[in-house]
């Protein structure tokens, strides 16, 4: 049985799930240093463990409301395009490990997030977790931002 251990974490009351081999790192939230003439979803840099690490909002990419900064943001660390990222995410506490049958093509649906972010949706139990594909978060001129920064 083929299955995948995603990252879960939550962002304006959605679950989604990244595959756990993209992400280097949880950490808590800290406030990043602006960096100007970036797009408005980029909250700007943070030093992180000796990097120099760009930090983007997901609820501002997908158009949500943002919410507050609470103790249970968190930071996920990921590496797009070999430069080290940060993205902020409402809370990310649990590793799940999902059969590949319980993974569905994403549907024509309405949500937030534009359909060619999401790889699929994922049944678990009652829950339903969008998966998202990092490497379509960003469009290839915002990932020369991105690498510019």
């Not at 990419?61 to 940060?86: D, H, P």
């Not at 549907?107 to 339903?128: C, H, N, W, Y």
Request: charged share 30%.
């Amino acid at each position: 049985m083929n299955e995948r251990q995603y990252v879960i974490f939550k962002l304006a009351g959605d679950e989604f799930g990244v595959d756990i081999m993209h992400v280097k790192e949880i950490s808590e939230h800290r406030e990043a240093s602006k960096v100007p003439n970036t797009p408005s979803f980029i909250e700007g840099i943070i030093n992180y463990r000796g990097v120099v690490t760009p930090v983007i909002n997901l609820s501002k990419k997908f158009n949500q409301n943002e919410t507050e900064i609470t103790n249970s943001t968190r930071i996920i660390i990921v590496y797009l395009k070999n430069k080290q990222t940060g993205f902020i995410v409402d809370d990310a506490s649990q590793v799940l490990t999902i059969s590949n049958k319980d993974v569905d093509d994403a549907p024509d649906l309405i949500t937030s997030v534009e359909q060619k972010f999401i790889s699929g949706i994922a049944k678990v139990d009652d829950r339903m977790i969008i998966i998202l594909d990092l490497e379509k978060v960003l469009n290839e001129k915002e990932k020369k931002e991105l690498l510019s920064i």
